[in-house]
């Protein structure tokens, strides 16, 4: 009797109506895949790309070639020999942008997300005021932040090198988790801190076990971005650094007197591709994450 009715109830459940939400959504599905395949903001979207990735490419184009002007010769790795043989000079300074870059992102990590579930959950006298000349790093050119941070070196007599940048680039890295870890709480539940505290958990434990791994997102990402503005700051690093703490900036811009070796761009080539790999195993690590949750 069962099998007998299957196909009428089939024939009844095709016949009836569509509710709202899925017609409009089978009416806007079925009005883009009508939309011509090229558009004024597919043009838009493909210079840009272009304007992006153009200048990537050239340096990688320029990594193989075996002359070390502008016209290009022969296909050689020369310029890859000379970067793992005879650079020595090149790799101290890329460990030192590497040395502050992960110490200066760590510092400002933790500084920021904690300033961030601070401000987000806790009241206090001068919160606003505190709230709001935490963005001026942002905001602030990076000539005078490195002016008045060198001035205020001198002014105690601290020695100018390897921790004043990374003091600096801490102050300066700082505000970008702040921001993006502050982002990332607007959307958490407090009412899960609350369900923590009701099943005996201390302030602190329900802060690294139950708010970090919620936002461990925002964190990873600020992370990220620090690590990123200080590897590639200039300005700043000029102005607080001191006899044997030359960056990578510092040193391609000291090239640029005699002429910049295209051993750099061997390794812009090698850059690139770590950093490649390490926003994929981000990407993957932080959609782990989120889909445990």
Partial sequence: MISHWRPILKNIAKKQPKSEPARHARKAFLKNSQKKPFSFSTLILTLTLIFLFFPLIIIIFYSFNENKGAEFTNVSLYWYKELFTNSDDLWKAFSNS????????????VLGTLAAVGVRWHTFKGKAYIQGISFLPMVLPEVIIGVSTVIFFAGIGFPLGMFTIFAAHTTFCLPFVFLMVLARLDEFD???VEAAHDLGATEQ???LKVVIPAILPGVASGFLMA???SLEDFVITFF???PGSTTLPLYVYSMIRFGVSPVINALSLIIILATILIAFTMRKFLK??????
Avoid: D
């Fill in 98 to 109: 590497l040395i502050i870059a992960i110490t200066a992102g760590i510092a400002s990590t």
């Fill in 190 to 192: 407090y009412s899960i």
């Fill in 205 to 207: 434990q329900a802060l």
């Fill in 227 to 229: 690590v990123t503005m």
């Fill in 240 to 242: 607080v650094s001191g």
């Fill in 288 to 293: 782990t994450i989120a889909a445990s949750k």
